[in-house]
């Protein structure tokens, strides 16, 4: 045994001995309001003669109770304004109750901290670095709510980064208030004599303010909060508008078109294409590209149908016209027209916030009362050297392509990467992968980037997985990337190369580093549950805030926002990403919602695995797409459902009905018991339920079901 766990041991042997004695000699009986109302006047000639010992004792007694977490603490307190009074029982309390709570918060450090950081170390990161920022002041809220227990703070606390210094006098400032109303509690209850005298208008007075404590500090402590972060800006008296969106993508349509629908005065700036990226460069010309590849390859593979052959004739200038087109079919969805039809303010132009209130676009100044930022995201391109000298490949200008690459090489083998290699491979262009960790789809399930790179590469694909890009070189023949595999250098031939390593928030150009919004780790803007930015009145959805980026999941975070924005502080929602699915459309598809196996195990999750396979579903057989798996994390020995992933031929479809499980809590048994039409790629759902109520069937109940039958004949 290390000398740190011998202390940690004896530590812990030590308290559970004082606990003891506390316990068996039943200390508690001396710290009840009764036995302090009997011995009250026996307990103040004492303290009249004996006023410092009383006080040292009473302190040593304090931060004993207070340090172990022992009850009587509350008793104490009261205690306090009955022997000392008003001004020397709330000096004497508050110093006993701080190093008390002090005390308690280093022994819960030195027995809990390094374990609990290192078990769940990864799921804390976001509470250590507000920790970090605010810990001073997220202190200081829960010590003047007297609804939380002090004891428990003392411990959570204890587990953070905070200071132990920051910990003593944050904590002697925020239980002063709560210490000086129970501590003249105790002076009105010291002149208790009778029944009557409980309901002097003095003690009803101090308990009154006992109740009233929380709601007011809660109003000071806001009111504080706003002082401080309204500082140095100067609040408009009128408003232009209820609301301001910056940005016209799915975030910010949903917003403007929840305000206009609730009648409230909505401006929604863009200063290029309304639709923003969904409509104009990602989800829908993404996917009108995989619709026409799809074509190709299922041409090509007609034998597979019993068609002896099929032509399939095509030029990638048409395609893309055919991408214009389906955009164009859907640009009337999120238009100028139809949003001033709505009754929005439409301004065409640059946002940039220059207040809390006021957001100013090409000259022209808007004002209101809050402000959504929608401002969405822009590829990542990474500083690799020689990248910036060719004319390299992004979503955003993917689609001004108008002659297909003999060598594609996509950088990148995550979902927009994965998609847009199969599109291009099937249209007929070499394309190799190169993914830096070791599989495609680093965030889903092992077996589905297994699944999808199998597929890649059986349809002519290169996957070169574990290679990190180096440098682009460009000469007389061509250009090549250089990359660095398993420590040697390895070079890839191209026409284009293709950037596919994933989003950054678009933050730049807005005001918001000049107004002192700040911005997460990763970039994005930082927001709280309520999808507020450190101004209460300035908040954030979308791409921008993260921490999914995408489509359906920023109009999920839009109707927070808005809601909020226009109804707080009478109403407040607060984001719900319990439930929050996604599908990289490649085919097979793979879909997923919940926790995967690998996040399982980082974050200690025990779980169960239950999987059924395509190849043997009717309709996933007829339409010769019987590639694929439907596999369910539960909890062990329950149907509760942890999560989901689907690999195979509508997996964005089908995933739609474990949402909905999770969402309201239906496990297995409830999909099993509900009728699927046959046939249906959704009886995959049904047949994995039956899979494992088979696996749980309760075999001694079956034993005794045969004996039955065996009877019965």
């Excluded at 227990?149 to 925020?174: C, D, E, Y």
């Excluded at 002149?191 to 109740?211: K, N, Q």
């Excluded at 390593?501 to 990763?522: D, H, I, M």
Aim: proline fraction near 4%.
């Amino acid at each position: 045994m290390t000398r740190i766990n011998y202390l940690r041991s004896l530590v812990v042997v030590v308290i559970a001995a004082i606990v003891a004695v506390f316990l068996a000699l039943d200390l508690g009986q001396y710290f009840t309001l009764a036995e302090l109302r009997d011995r009250r006047d026996e307990l103040l000639a004492f303290t009249e003669a004996n006023l410092l010992l009383v006080i040292g004792l009473y302190m040593i007694v304090y931060i004993v109770m207070a340090g172990l977490s022992l009850p009587g603490a509350a008793i104490l307190t009261i205690a306090g304004g009955a022997l000392f009074g008003l001004v020397t029982g709330t000096v004497v309390v508050s110093f006993a109750s701080t190093l008390g709570a002090t005390l308690a918060f280093v022994v819960a450090r030195f027995l809990l901290r390094d374990f609990v950081q290192s078990r769940f170390g990864k799921r804390l990161e976001a509470v250590n670095r507000g920790v970090e920022k605010d810990g001073a002041f997220y202190l200081l809220a829960l010590r003047l709510v007297p609804a939380f227990p002090f004891f428990v703070i003392n411990v959570v606390m204890a587990l953070t980064p905070i200071r132990t210094w920051t910990f003593f006098w944050v904590s002697q400032l925020g239980m002063l208030p709560a210490t000086a109303v129970y501590v003249n509690a105790g002076t009105q209850l010291a002149a208790v004599d009778s029944v009557g005298d409980i309901f002097s208008p003095g003690l009803l007075g101090a308990f009154a303010l006992l109740a009233l404590l929380p709601l007011l500090l809660k109003a000071i402590l806001a009111w504080l909060e706003r002082r401080r972060v309204y500082r140095g800006f100067r609040r408009p008296k009128s408003f232009d508008y209820n609301l301001v969106v910056i940005g016209g993508g799915a975030a910010g349509l949903v917003s403007a078109y929840i305000g206009s629908a609730i009648k409230a005065r909505v401006a929604l700036v863009e200063k290029n294409r309304m639709g923003g990226d969904c409509l104009n460069t990602g989800c829908v010309p993404s996917k009108t590209l995989l619709r026409a590849a799809g074509l190709v390859s299922e041409a090509r593979n007609s034998k597979n149908y019993g068609i002896e052959s099929m032509e399939a004739r095509f030029s990638l200038a048409g395609i893309m016209d055919r991408v214009r087109e389906v955009i164009k079919t859907i640009e009337p969805h999120d238009s100028p027209e139809r949003y001033r039809s709505l009754g929005v303010d439409v301004v065409e132009g640059s946002a940039e916030i220059i207040s809390p209130w006021e957001v100013e676009v090409d000259g022209r100044r808007l004002s209101a009362r809050s402000i959504i930022l929608a401002t969405g995201a822009e590829p990542l391109v990474p500083p690799i050297d020689g990248l910036e000298e060719i004319d390299y490949l992004t979503s955003d200008n993917l689609w001004d392509l108008e002659e297909l690459p003999e060598k594609l090489v996509v950088l990148g083998g995550g979902p927009i990467g994965s998609e847009m290699a199969q599109a291009f491979g099937r249209l007929g262009s070499k394309v190799t992968v190169v993914e830096m960790a070791d599989r495609l789809l680093p965030r889903e399930d092992p077996e589905a980037g297994q699944a999808l790179a199998g597929r890649l590469q059986r349809e002519g694909m290169e996957i070169a997985l574990a290679h990190r890009a180096v440098r682009v070189e460009s000469g007389a023949d061509g250009n090549r990337l250089v990359c660095e595999h398993e420590g040697e250098e390895r070079t890839i031939a191209f026409d284009r190369i293709l950037i596919a390593l994933g989003r950054k928030a678009r933050t730049e150009g807005f005001g918001l580093e000049k107004l002192g919004v700040e911005l997460n780790r990763n970039g994005t803007i930082a927001a709280d549950g309520l999808m507020r930015t450190r101004f209460p009145n300035v908040y954030v959805c979308g791409d921008a805030a993260g921490p999914f980026q995408f489509t359906h999941v920023a109009a999920h975070q839009a109707w927070f926002a808005s809601v909020n924005a226009l109804l707080a502080p009478f109403w407040s929602f607060r984001a719900d990403y319990s439930v929050i699915p996604w599908a990289t459309f490649t085919d097979p598809e793979i879909a997923r919602v919940g926790i995967s196996e690998d996040e399982a195990r980082e974050q200690g999750v025990d779980y169960e695995v239950t999987r059924y396979d395509l190849t043997g579903l009717d309709r996933a057989i007829t339409d010769g797409h019987n590639e694929g798996f439907v596999k369910v994390l539960t909890v062990p020995g329950k149907d509760r459902i942890l999560g989901v992933t689907i690999v195979g031929a509508q997996a964005g479809n089908m995933i739609a009905e474990f949402v909905l499980a999770m969402k309201h809590g239906l496990g297995l048994n409830k999909l099993l018991g509900t009728i699927h039409v046959y046939p249906t790629m959704m009886e995959a759902n049904k047949y994995v339920a039956g899979n494992w109520k088979k696996d749980h069937a309760p075999q001694a109940a079956l034993r005794w079901v045969e004996r039955f039958h065996r009877l019965r004949r």
